[in-house]
């Protein structure tokens, strides 16, 4: 079975199949603040995406880091950093890229297992 949580006409926010999660690039609401703030607010997007998934970010198996300025690299991993419990450290990658709208300064996508 599939499930779609937050079905839009071009995309859901997530999608669950074969016991995963997989979520949407989500980006901040708020674009009037720095990458802190918006990483921020991005991780708690992805907080609630899991939890209705019934999963949390302890189970997260893979992300993908959108930046358009590697500038802002560090700052992101304090944030980061801070959120990932200790030692459940997913596979990332993270990638310098120009997102459609420059006041973003993160977009984030993710797979987790649900356990």
């Not at 997007?45 to 590697?70: F, H, M, Q, Y």
């Not at 959120?83 to 997913?90: E, F, K, N, R, Y």
């Not at 990658?93 to 420059?102: F, G, K, Q, W």
């Amino acid at each position: 079975m599939i499930t779609r949580l937050k079905p839009g006409k071009r995309l859901s926010m997530a999608t669950v199949h074969g016991g995963l999660v997989y979520l949407a690039g989500q980006v901040p609401d708020d674009l009037s603040v720095g990458v802190e703030a918006q990483a921020a607010e991005v991780l708690a997007k992805i907080d609630a995406l899991l939890s209705e998934a019934g999963t949390d970010k302890s189970s997260i198996l893979s992300a993908t880091v959108w930046l358009p300025n590697i500038a802002d690299f560090a700052a992101f991993n304090t944030v980061w950093d801070e959120w990932v419990p200790a030692g459940a450290s997913p596979a990332r990658a993270r990638v310098e890229a120009r997102l459609a709208n420059p006041s973003i300064r993160v977009e984030i996508a993710a797979i987790a297992a649900i356990l």
